[in-house]
């Protein structure tokens, strides 16, 4: 089983990240479930979003406490959350920044990553809105989940010009993080 955690601010549709992974994985022919944990959360507020992966059924209903890989929409959020608790000696820490990865001096066993994906949406979407920019970036990174069955994801749930956008972004960062896997 993979176990994904998403770190980011109310708002910033790290819920609907989760539950756009969930599908793509389903599309590749895997078992998923997402799921969101936050409480009386406003908007900006840290949230943190969940998927599981699988090959066979998923019986867990947990929270994710030892994650294969994280995502950091936020990367603000490190200052004020553990985003790196608990994740697996060998797996993969993805921030949206515009800094390398040393800059955050992260004291992880994880591999850390980063990409600017709010640049990308900027360029691409034309909104600051990087959810769908962050899952094609982590369908590069670690080779997961196909990033066509990403595009088809964000293609399905937000329809038209909306989603052809953010496929489009999404594929962007695909392929700078694949480049680096």
Excluded: C, W
């Excluded at 389903?26 to 009386?40: I, M, W």
């Excluded at 060998?90 to 004291?107: C, Q, R, V, Y």
């Excluded at 709010?118 to 970036?137: F, H, S, W």
């Amino acid at each position: 089983m993979k176990e994904i955690r998403i770190h980011g601010r109310g708002g910033q549709g790290s819920v609907t990240a989760a539950e756009l992974l969930a599908v793509a994985a389903f599309k590749d022919g895997h078992y998923s479930q997402a799921f969101p944990s936050f409480g009386v959360e406003r908007r900006g507020a840290p949230v943190a979003a969940f998927t599981r992966i699988d090959d066979i059924p998923i019986r867990l209903r947990s929270q994710i406490y030892e994650p294969d890989y994280i995502i950091v929409q936020d990367p603000t959020l490190i200052e004020v959350v553990d985003v790196t608790g608990g994740v697996k000696p060998g797996g993969k820490i993805l921030i949206n920044s515009d800094f390398s990865p040393e800059t955050f001096k992260l004291d992880t066993p994880a591999e850390v990553m980063t990409i600017d994906a709010t640049r990308i949406a900027l360029d691409i979407i034309g909104l600051p809105i990087m959810n769908t920019v962050m899952l094609g970036a982590f369908a590069g990174a670690t080779g997961e989940i196909n990033i066509r069955s990403i595009q088809y994801a964000v293609s399905e749930r937000f329809p038209g010009k909306v989603g052809e956008k953010n496929s489009k972004a999404a594929y962007e960062a695909y392929k700078r993080l694949e480049a680096k896997r």
